[in-house]
């Protein structure tokens, strides 16, 4: 909770605005423009980047539905573990895409050579749980509520 208390309080952090169902069918759009991309790629590294980036994509498509708006991809995450519904598997799975990017991309460490096949399904899985919380607008009122009146 202190971490989203700090959120709150950061300029590009967590924040309520005006809901953009075009910018959230664009972010929609983009995670699957990357899920494609990752089918191509063969790089761990560039792997794991695309792998983030359809999950982040599908997550703020969620997030911009309901109102919420975070440039801080911490405080993305931190939105997400608060509000939205994923199964606990794929919140774990989301967070480790997300180190697994940053060990990549900032520290150059080795993210090993996992197969494209669970990446791929990760992608898959957090798209089309972000379809299906799009498509019920009570879920997308409860995540509002949640994140905006805390």
């Known amino acids: ?13 967590i924040r309520v ?6 910018q959230a069918r664009g972010f929609l759009s983009m995670a699957h423009i990357s899920l494609d991309d990752l089918t ?7 792997q794991a980047t695309i792998t983030y980036y359809c ?3 599908s997550l703020t498509a969620v997030l911009v539905a309901a109102d919420i708006k975070s440039e801080i991809h911490q405080c993305t995450l931190a939105a997400m573990d608060h509000a939205v519904p994923y199964p606990a598997r794929t919140k774990r799975s989301i967070h480790s895409a997300f180190r697994s990017r940053i060990n990549a991309q900032y520290h150059t460490r080795d993210i090993g050579s996992q197969s494209t096949g669970p990446r791929l ?5 957090v798209l089309l749980e972000s379809q299906a919380i799009l ?8 995540i509002r509520s949640a994140i905006a009146y805390m």
């Open 135 to 142: 498509a019920d607008k009570h879920i997308i009122a409860e």
């Open 17 to 22: 605005v005006k809901a953009d169902m075009p």
């Open 40 to 46: 191509c790629v063969r790089s761990p590294l560039w």
């Open 1 to 13: 909770m202190v971490l989203i208390e700090w959120c709150r309080q950061q300029e590009k952090g």
């Open 121 to 125: 399904a990760l992608c898959r899985e």
């Open 55 to 57: 999950c982040y994509y």
